[in-house]
């Protein structure tokens, strides 16, 4: 297989496989959640849960005071990464053909100075959480595998793809396989792994703030 | 070969001037990225070159590599040094027809054992015994394999010899191949293209005369003087890429102010030739200057690599399709799990036995 083949490949089979992966592993793991259920609560309920709920989901994405230094660090830095990763991935023009070959609709893009800018900043951040996870004592104590591989598949696309859009260390060629590539072992290990996060998240706030809402509390 | 049939002898004859090839040499010494000091060299040993005897065998083929040469804006240099060979058979260009022109190749094959030039365009069926393309009653893959022996060097001309090319192209009814996948003890060239470039066939064949020897060659055994760099890297619209302005469609204002033609399907990216620098048409232009983007034709498998107005960066096969089967398939999987994992809780709480005092 020339490398024209192989482009060829992760352009369509490849990129087939993953999306079949991830698309029946993630629809898989979130109905499965939502359809283990909890017992029917027979106490009265002193607030809203879906209030509550949808309040948690924006709240924890928000920096608290209450928060000590290291707290502050990490979800500083996780906000920016994320920011700069969704921006990315989701308003740069190349993304946009993508997204629109598979919806069918397409949006502007944002100019690639903008574009730059959030993708170092997603690097940044991830290398700054990776570092901090290194010297942080408590950190390093709770990290296992699974949180190198997660952040290893998170950071090679933005890094091939950042390389690509600039042309850095390699030929186009070879730089647009590996990026597509990295997104594809990012496809496919994604619904197995804490990378799940990405839709269970939503459901794990929402939740929690549910249950403090059902019980009258505050948040 | 006679004496007097010295490039040099040739020109002057042609009306030539020492002037005119000096500057001949010189472009063709720096297209060929070769050392200032190379211009010389190259007209001292092009001056005192004989022709060499050039077999020219055309198989599964459209003559558009003919055509890019024949028709390449004329009369250049580059084509007189073309005539400076000594073209034996081609059996498109050659006035000899039937029993003559198959003669004159056997005479030139034995003629010139060990030190012809093999130039091929074309690809080679090999299906059914490579019944699907013959010349004189012979496949063009015995004639290749004969043909192949006693040449010196073989240049595959034009994407079809040195990849394939479209004869190729899936699902390739006559099982199609490059020169490459057929010859394997000599030294092979390949000018892809389709066509390829007029002044780098005669590149190469500059380079052949004075040196010796082929030029240095990439991975795809492509002379690495023109095809070392991608359109992209020397696209004129390249500042437009890198600013992220792409036109939309082809008469937008986008394509009316030049901007880069990515999201049209271009394949300049990954493609690797000389149009950028060499131009087409005495140097009128390239496919991009008017304003149609690259379809990556001197890479090997660019008619089976997508469609050619679908962007690098955008799936080529349906990928929404597949994620509504997955999507279905996932909701029954957990629907499926879900209600076994329920019918376990109903058993274990059927089978749950109460604790009693008495139990205690």
């Known amino acids: 297989m020339n490398p024209q083949e192989l482009l060829y490949w992760v352009r369509g089979t490849g990129l087939q496989i993953a999306a079949a992966v991830f698309v029946s592993g993630m629809s898989y793991r979130m109905l499965h959640l939502v359809l283990l259920g909890r017992k029917k609560s027979l106490a009265t309920p002193r607030g809203s849960e879906w209030r509550s709920g949808l309040r948690t989901i924006w709240r924890r994405s928000l920096v608290m005071p209450e928060l000590t230094a290291r707290g502050r660090f990490t979800v500083t830095a996780g906000s920016l990464f994320h920011l700069g990763f969704f921006i990315t991935l989701l308003f740069l023009s190349q993304h946009i053909d993508v997204l629109r070959a598979i919806l069918g609709f397409g949006w502007p893009a944002l100019p690639r100075g903008v574009i730059d800018i959030t993708a170092i900043l997603s690097i940044a951040a991830l290398i700054a959480l990776l570092a901090h996870r290194f010297m942080d004592p408590v950190k390093r104590l709770l990290s296992d595998f699974q949180d190198y591989l997660s952040w290893t598949l998170t950071f090679l696309p933005l890094l091939t793809g950042f390389m690509l859009l600039r042309g850095i260390g390699f030929d186009y060629l070879t730089l647009l396989i590996l990026h597509t590539l990295s997104i594809e072992l990012l496809l496919v290990v994604a619904p197995f792994t804490k990378l799940a996060h990405m839709l269970s998240i939503f459901a794990a706030r929402w939740y929690n703030g549910a249950i403090a809402g059902f019980k009258g509390v505050k948040v | ?360």
């Not at chain 2, 094959?109 to 299906?127: A, H, N, R």
């Not at chain 2, 192949?148 to 190729?168: D, N, Q, R, S, Y």
């Not at chain 2, 087409?280 to 089976?304: Q, R, T, Y």
């Not at chain 2, 690098?312 to 096969?317: M, Q």
């Open chain 2, 1 to 360: 070969m006679k004496d007097h049939d010295t490039l040099e002898h040739r020109l002057a004859e042609q009306g030539i001037s020492r002037r005119s090839f000096l500057k001949f040499c010189a472009a063709m010494a720096s297209l060929m990225a070769l050392p200032p000091g190379s211009a010389t060299a190259i007209a001292a040993a092009l001056a005192q070159a004989k022709r060499p005897s050039v077999i020219w065998l055309s198989f599964q083929e459209c003559t558009g590599c003919t055509e890019s040469l024949t028709r390449s804006h004329s009369p250049t240099l580059e084509s007189l040094i073309f005539d400076m060979i000594s073209l034996d058979y081609h059996h498109t260009l050659q006035a000899a027809s039937g029993f003559a022109a198959e003669k004159s190749r056997d005479d030139a094959m034995k003629e010139y054992y060990g030190k012809y030039l093999l130039l091929v365009d074309g690809s080679i069926p090999t299906k059914n015994g490579g019944a699907y393309s013959t010349i004189a009653g012979r496949s063009n893959l015995d004639l290749l394999q004969e043909a192949a022996k006693g040449a010196a060097a073989i240049v595959a001309v034009g994407t079809c010899a040195a990849f394939g090319g479209l004869p190729m192209a899936r699902p390739n009814p006559t099982g199609a191949v490059a020169v490459s996948d057929l010859i394997k003890d000599k030294p092979i060239i390949n000018i892809s293209g389709c066509p390829p470039i007029p002044a780098v066939i005669t590149g190469v064949l500059a380079h052949y005369l004075t040196f010796g020897e082929l030029p240095a060659l990439d991975e795809l055994g492509r002379p690495k003087a023109f095809y070392a760099e991608t359109i992209h890297d020397r696209c004129y619209r390249r500042p437009f890429y890198d600013q992220g302005k792409f036109a939309k469609t082809f008469d937008d204002e986008g394509a009316r102010n030049g901007w880069c033609l990515y999201e049209l399907g271009c394949k300049g990216p990954t493609t690797r030739n000389a149009c950028t620098t060499t131009k087409w048409n005495g140097g009128a232009g390239f496919p991009i200057e008017a304003g149609h983007g690259c379809l990556g034709c001197s890479e090997p498998n660019f008619w089976d690599a997508g469609s050619f107005y679908t962007p690098l960066s955008a799936p080529t096969a349906d990928i929404t399709t597949v994620a509504k089967i997955a999507a279905v398939a996932g909701v029954g999987a957990a629907v499926a799990l879900g209600a076994l994992d329920r019918a376990k809780k109903r058993q274990a709480q059927q089978a749950h036995e109460k604790l009693t005092v008495k139990d205690l």
